[in-house]
């Protein structure tokens, strides 16, 4: 029941954008994505609800489409503060949570 | 505000000894999780308590896994025995869940090493 995020790791340079997919077996209810950097807890970044309401950071965009039980965390103009693994966390209708697979992002000058 | 807390920070202990884990969630939060991590994987959830309520434990190891979450505030995680493989970070997190969005806020964990 743990989603499947891809890719598993990428590297970009400064400026450059990235996109992160995230995608469960089950119907969800909402969609969490959080960033950890190493040694770190996780953080929120963003949280996309079924019907469409959503609460997150001004500069990372997430799109979530229930009918395919998928996400996708958008990274435009990447910085290098952006680096880190970057985890989705779902919330199916049975009222349980599981953090996906991972990706680790790293962003070099 | 004051964040999630967590004590201890490190625990280094033999296998087959106990070990218990604190949290004390942002003031305010009625729901606590408490998670395990391994290294290079996404935390997993053990167990989540919505004031003290465990509505979720389906994931904890409950033959030598307890936990509670007394008055509904701070929360013990505890292993008795523990094993070479419950070696991991416990994270603990709160949440206030009422009808819309919520995140949940992390603690720093407790690194757990049993040799």
């Known amino acids: 029941q743990q989603p499947v995020q891809s890719p598993q790791a990428v590297i970009l340079r400064e400026g450059e954008d990235a996109v992160i997919n995230c995608s469960s077996s089950k119907a969800l209810y909402s969609v969490h994505w959080y960033r950890q950097k190493h040694g770190e807890a996780p953080v929120f970044l963003m949280i996309?609800?079924?019907?469409?309401e959503q609460k997150g950071h001004e500069k990372i965009s997430a799109s979530f489409n229930e009918k395919k039980q998928q996400s996708s965390l958008y990274l435009t103009a990447s910085q290098l503060s952006y680096s880190g693994t970057y985890f989705c966390?779902?919330?199916?209708?049975?009222?349980?949570?599981?953090f996906g697979t991972g990706t680790s992002l790293t962003v070099i000058p | 505000e004051a964040g999630v807390v967590q004590s201890p920070r490190y625990k280094i202990i033999e296998k087959k000894q106990p070990v218990a884990f604190w949290c004390n969630p942002i003031s305010g939060h009625n729901t606590l999780y408490w998670y395990r991590q391994n290294l290079g994987q996404g935390p997993e959830l053990l167990i989540r308590?919505?004031?003290?309520?465990?509505?979720?434990d389906s994931q904890l190891p409950k033959d030598r896994f307890s936990a509670e979450r007394l008055k509904g505030v701070d929360s013990t995680l505890k292993i008795q025995p523990a094993e070479l493989g419950d070696s991991a970070v416990y994270l603990c997190?709160?949440?206030?869940?009422?009808?819309?969005?919520?995140?949940?806020?992390f603690g720093p964990g407790t690194r757990l090493t049993v040799t």
């Open positions: 308590y919505e004031n003290e309520e465990a509505v979720d």
């Open positions: 996309l609800l079924k019907g469409g």
């Open positions: 997190a709160s949440s206030f869940r009422g009808s819309g969005p919520y995140e949940q806020y």
């Open positions: 966390g779902t919330e199916n209708t049975g009222n349980q949570f599981y």
